[in-house]
């Protein structure tokens, strides 16, 4: 009974006048220029992420390498190998 009552009910989405309409087309014609592929900068968001996970090997193996020359032992590692992760 109830469903009846909703289908036959218009809802606001049929009842949008022309310059909602064409707001809505706008606002899709610019999310869809933004979605357009950029193969540019991309390689800049890639360049960073390899710089990031390089200091982070480096400054472990560092560590690493200062840890055992000054006697220390690996469980110091591991704790900086867990922050690291």
């Not at 390689?43 to 090997?57: P, R």
Request: aromatic share 12%; charged share 10%; net charge neutral.
């Amino acid at each position: 009974m109830q469903h009846s009552k909703l289908a036959s009910n218009p809802g606001p989405a049929t009842t949008l006048d022309s310059d909602t309409d064409l707001s809505r087309r706008e606002m899709f014609a610019q999310i869809k220029a933004l979605c357009k592929p950029n193969n540019t900068s991309i390689w800049w968001v890639l360049v960073g992420e390899y710089a990031l996970l390089a200091v982070i090997i480096m400054g472990c193996t560092s560590f690493y390498h200062y840890s055992q020359s000054q006697g220390y032992s690996l469980g110091w590692a591991v704790a900086v190998y867990a922050i690291s992760v």
